[in-house]
Nanobody
Framework: QVQLEESGGGLVQAGESLRLSCAAPGRIYSSAVMAWFRQAPGKDREFVAAFRWGSQISKYAEDAKGRFTISRGGANTVTLQMNSLKPEDTAVYFC???????????????WGQGTQVTVSS
C-alpha cells in the first residue's frame, strides 16, 4: 500500500485557519482521487473533502462547504485549507487515496497516519 504522509496539524483558536498537507510517495495520476477524512474521539471516521486529481472535480461534506478547500499543493501533494475553524472541527485528520470520488471510507485504499487538529473555544 502507498503510504501517505500528513502534516500541518496543530492547536488553534476558534475562527482561525490551518493548512494541512498530504504528500504521496510518487506521482499522483490524473485518475486518482485524493481525500481528507477526520475522526474525533469516540466517533466514526467521517468524510471531509475529496477531488479527482486530473479534473479537480471536488466533493465536500456539508459542514466543510464554504470553509474548507481541497487542492493540489504540488506534483504529489494535496492540501486542505481550513478557515473559520470551530471547536467541533477538532479531530485527527487523515489523507486518503482511491479511484472513486466518494464519501465512503472503504472505497479508499491508501491512508496516512493522521495529523491532530485541535480548535479551542
Amino acid at each position: 500500500q502507498v503510504q501517505l504522509e500528513e502534516s500541518g496539524g496543530g492547536l488553534v483558536q476558534a475562527g482561525e485557519s490551518l493548512r494541512l498537507s498530504c504528500a504521496a510517495p510518487g506521482r499522483i495520476y490524473s485518475s486518482a482521487v485524493m481525500a481528507w477524512f477526520r475522526q474525533a474521539p469516540g466517533k466514526d471516521r467521517e468524510f471531509v473533502a475529496a477531488f479527482r486529481w486530473g479534473s479537480q472535480i471536488s466533493k465536500y461534506a456539508e459542514d466543510a462547504k464554504g470553509r474548507f478547500t481541497i487542492s493540489r499543493g504540488g506534483a504529489n501533494t494535496v492540501t486542505l485549507q481550513m478557515n473559520s475553524l470551530k471547536p467541533e472541527d477538532t479531530a485527527v485528520y487523515f489523507c486518503a487515496r482511491g479511484n472513486t470520488l466518494t464519501t465512503t471510507v472503504s472505497e479508499y485504499t491508501s491512508w496516512g497516519q493522521g495529523t491532530q487538529v485541535t480548535v479551542s473555544s
